[in-house]
């Protein structure tokens, strides 16, 4: 019987980030796959379209990576593996209905001088926001790097009542729960300032109406600022290949082609894992599971390992709105229109959005089960950082779709698709995705011509791809407040250790929840490789380093 220190169930970025770790520590460590390539979402590919186009499947944008605790650790092993970021000073813009546009930069003045650009003043305000919200950065960005149900969010938390006392604690605590819509329309006056910041609320798993999407966009506001669009030269495999490699040239396994059906418990401690074809994987310090707690709690663990408040909990934990991937391999560089052409096309992500309203229509049709007649488009174009990914003079397109229903289809908002089955078709996937590339046609000139082929992906395909993203929810669980922070996935199991002994949760479903942060990876990591308290209080002693 194969037997190792820690054995992951899952190749995600957070299993990979948490083997690396381990591995380097001196763990042995096996990572266990069902799919035939490891990485989860981070999926590329060259056979996805045509020759010569490198294509992110899924996930394509890095800051959270660039930007985590995760990167600041292995940097130094992954750039000796050949994993080389590459950035832009134009992370993001927005093309609205009228044609104009709006651009968040990597630099505090120049987004003074593109929100004054948008209406006098809104530069000041974005200045303002900045430095209120970079006072305090260290709270707000420690309440998503942090074990919150710990001694160290406690810890953190006596932190920010130290600095801001009671009122003050109760002040920024209520600005957390701002909604996107109230935080943008008392911060800027220009649509097109609150319109370029709103469509990334969707990439957060919320909508510009929810409770904490405002604070949500001012902490995505200052990565952009701060951090850019940064992704891996030559495509996030780079990545998974460079973490692959550290596992297993300290002697892991990362085995692919392998889905893992039980959790084994021998006297209330998870002792290893029971695969497919029968065999076990021993575990002697730590079995790490990357997956839903509907799988965890539904289907590795049995009825009776599992507290029953835990199952009854993880039996209601809810999947958010479903999602949709179109990848266009086009002749040449997308031609966009209007005055702002230019910094269009250098640009890695545009959001093509009616506004901040937009957005919240198109969401709260999603939330009705309704196709929207007017969805935000994603329109990633990562040639514009990374050059290799397309043939010389050629380009493509990542275009993402983050408001579709979870679950059964009601209808179409725009009432031209036959939904009648509520189910996705293949005939309805391609209609709704030809309505998107009809409206991203009015503001990229050359699209239908460019185009040499499209792939379309819709949320049973996404779910096909990768059993975590259930009916499509691309971000491992709804993020509503109750399943968000302290309370993901769910109060009866907030942490990452579990009622089972040696048991660790991690992945886009716990805390901090999705993206490529690898923040639940890092954290069970370093809560595995922690010393002992003893040992801890003896190096404070004088003398001991
Ligand atoms: C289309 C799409 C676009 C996205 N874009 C971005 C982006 O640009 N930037 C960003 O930061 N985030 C993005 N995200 C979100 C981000 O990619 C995910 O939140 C993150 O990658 C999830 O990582 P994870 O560690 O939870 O594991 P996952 O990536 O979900 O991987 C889990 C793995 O576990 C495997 N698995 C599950 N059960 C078992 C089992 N029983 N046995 C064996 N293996 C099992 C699955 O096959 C899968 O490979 C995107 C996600 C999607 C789907």
Known sequence: MATFDAVFVGSGINSLVGAALLARDGWSVCVLERNDVAGGCIRTSSDLTLPGFTHEVLASWHPLFTGSAAYAELKDDLDLRGVEYVNTDLPTGAVFADGSAAFITDSL???????????????????????????????????????????????????????????????????????????????????????????????????????????????????????????????????????????????????????????LVANGRATGVRIEDGEVVAATRAVVASVTPTQLYGNLLGDSEVPAGVAKAAARFRYGRAEMQIHLALDEPPRWKGADAERLALCPVVHVTPGLDGVSRAVNEAERGLLPAEATIVCGQ??????????????????????????????????????????????????????????????????????????VISPVDLENLNMNLVGGDIYGGSCALDQNLLWRPMAEAPAHETAVAGLWHIGASTHPGPGLGAGSGYLVAKALTRPPVAQRLLAKLPGRS
């Open 109 to 263: 003045e120049g987004n003074v001088a593109e929100f004054d650009r948008l209406a006098p003043g809104d530069g000041a305000a974005w200045e303002r926001q900045f430095n209120a919200f970079m006072a305090n950065a260290d709270l707000s960005f420690g309440m998503l790097s942090t074990e919150l149900w710990s001694a160290a969010g406690l810890s953190l938390g006596r932190k920010a009542f130290r600095r801001l006392g009671r009122r003050g604690l109760l002040e920024f605590t209520g600005n957390t729960l701002v909604s996107c819509r109230d935080w943008v329309s008392e911060t800027f006056e220009s649509e097109a300032a609150r319109g370029v910041l709103a469509p990334w609320v969707l990439h957060t798993g919320l909508g510009p109406d929810q409770a904490t999407s405002g604070f949500m966009t001012q902490v995505i506001g200052a990565a952009l600022q701060l951090g850019g669009m940064p992704v891996p030269a030559g495509g996030g495999v780079r990545l998974v290949d460079a973490l692959v490699g550290i596992v297993t040239d300290a002697g892991g396994e990362v085995r692919l082609e392998t889905h893992v059906q039980r959790i």
């Open 382 to 455: 990562p040639v514009a950082l990374d050059p290799s990914r397309a043939p010389t003079g050629k380009s493509l397109l990542w275009i993402q779709l983050q408001e579709l229903p979870a679950g059964r289809l009601k209808g179409d908002a725009a009432g031209e698709l036959d939904t009648a089955d509520g189910k996705w078709t293949e005939e309805l996937r391609e209609a709704y995705a030809d309505r998107i590339v009809a409206r991203l046609g009015d503001s990229i000139q050359n699209l239908g011509a460019a185009t040499l082929k499209r792939v």
